[in-house]
């Protein structure tokens, strides 16, 4: 199983930017997928996941600004980020939590990081 990121980038503070991310592979059922990002000198933390039935849960500082969602047969989740702030900046990290038919349970997977700034 391969996680897929994309749409980082450079961005005014107030501005919007949407992630991407593809599961590709063996793939038997998506528990739930999701984002989390590192910030230089920070531990890599929660920003939101969601289930594949689509229960959500956000990071607190995120909350009202940011929304998930996730397309099912495309296997694919989606991070719209509006109201950006300067504190918003770090590297977005795609999480999977996904069976992929082999052994008993499903594993965690993550894909390579994409990056977000925002500055003016």
């Known amino acids: 199983v391969q996680l897929q990121a994309s749409g980082g980038g450079l961005v005014q503070p107030g501005g919007s930017l949407r992630l991407s991310c593809a599961a590709s592979?063996?793939?038997?059922?998506?528990?739930?997928m999701g984002w989390y990002r590192q910030a230089p000198g920070k531990q890599r933390g929660l920003v939101a996941t969601?289930?594949?039935?689509?229960?959500?849960n956000y990071a607190d500082s995120v909350k009202g600004r940011f929304t998930i969602s996730i397309d099912n047969p495309k296997n694919t989740v989606y991070l719209q980020m509006n109201s950006l702030k300067p504190d918003d900046t770090a590297v977005y990290y795609c999480?999977?939590?996904?069976?992929?038919?082999?052994?008993?349970?499903?594993?965690?997977?993550w894909g390579k990081g994409t990056q977000v700034t925002v500055s003016s």
């Open positions: 999480h999977g939590d996904i069976f992929s038919g082999y052994g008993h349970h499903a594993m965690d997977y």
């Open positions: 592979g063996t793939i038997f059922t998506i528990n739930a």
């Open positions: 969601i289930t594949s039935g689509g229960s959500t």
